[in-house]
């Protein structure tokens, strides 16, 4: 399995820019794909970005398109979510999920898909 470490959070305000990364350790010899998945009170969970564990096949939540960027460092081992315009509105605990995939140009589309989280990173963003 894969154990997930998040970083990165804070407080910030509207406009602003954070990079919050993940740390993958474990059995990462296989082809693995990550997510970043957020809750916010009375919301649903959201997967707002994802990334095959190849780098170069990614997925973006219709919310964050154009202000977040997920990507992917050449060792496989730290996936970063650059974001870009904070709004209020992404306020949210923000995790870091992950789950094996048959393809390495793979990515997992549902938060129901990763078997394995982070505990959670917090993102404020203030008027």
């Known amino acids: 399995q894969v154990q997930l470490v998040e970083s990165g959070g804070g407080l910030v305000q509207a406009g602003d820019s954070l990079r919050l990364s993940c740390a993958a350790s474990g059995r990462t010899s296989s082809y693995y794909a990550i997510g970043w998945v957020r809750q916010a009170p009375g919301k649903e969970r959201e997967l707002v970005a994802a990334i095959s564990w190849s780098g170069d096949a990614t997925d973006y939540a219709d919310s964050v398109e154009g202000r977040f960027t997920i990507s992917r460092d050449n060792a496989k081992t730290t996936v970063y979510l650059q974001m870009n315009s904070l709004k209020p509105e992404d306020t949210a605990v923000y995790y870091c999920?992950?789950?094996?995939?048959?393809?390495?140009?793979?990515?997992?589309?549902?938060?129901?898909?990763?078997?394995?989280w982070g505990q959670g990173t917090q993102v404020i963003v203030s008027l």
């Open positions: 999920a992950g789950d094996y995939t048959r393809h390495a140009a793979e990515f997992l589309r549902r938060p129901d898909d990763y078997r394995y």
